[in-house]
């Protein structure tokens, strides 16, 4: 069984920065594509950043610039650093990775931004 393990969320101030982690129970070389994910109270979970196994990325255009998605093949870690966070950034955030048959996420940790 593939786990997923986020921490590092927290409340900080607008303008403040935070750092995301997900640490997985296998070889990240295993994912196709592992990602960040987002969902505030009352809202659809919506995309933030993903990183291929080529280390390619992506992400949406509100955070650009601000977020960076990032992986540690030795720790089996990816990361997700935050910088100018904006109160609408507020969410649970979840981490997820995807193989060719199955998609595997984590359990979320709460991000709070005060204005």
């Known amino acids: 069984q593939v786990q997923l393990v986020e921490s590092g969320g927290g409340l900080v101030q607008a303008g403040g920065s935070l750092r995301l982690s997900c640490t997985t129970s296998?070889?990240?070389?295993?994912?196709?594509?592992m990602g960040w994910y987002r969902q505030a109270p009352g809202k659809q979970r919506e995309l933030v950043a993903t990183?291929?196994?080529?280390?390619?990325?992506n992400y949406r255009d509100s955070v650009k610039g601000r977020f960076t998605i990032s992986r540690d093949n030795a720790k089996n870690t990816m990361y997700l650093q935050m910088n100018s966070l904006k109160p609408e950034d507020k969410a649970v955030y979840y981490c997820a990775a995807d193989t060719e048959r199955d998609d595997y996420w984590g359990q979320g940790t709460q991000v709070t931004v005060s204005s």
């Open positions: 296998r070889s990240i070389f295993r994912f196709n594509t």
């Open positions: 990183i291929r196994r080529n280390g390619n990325t």
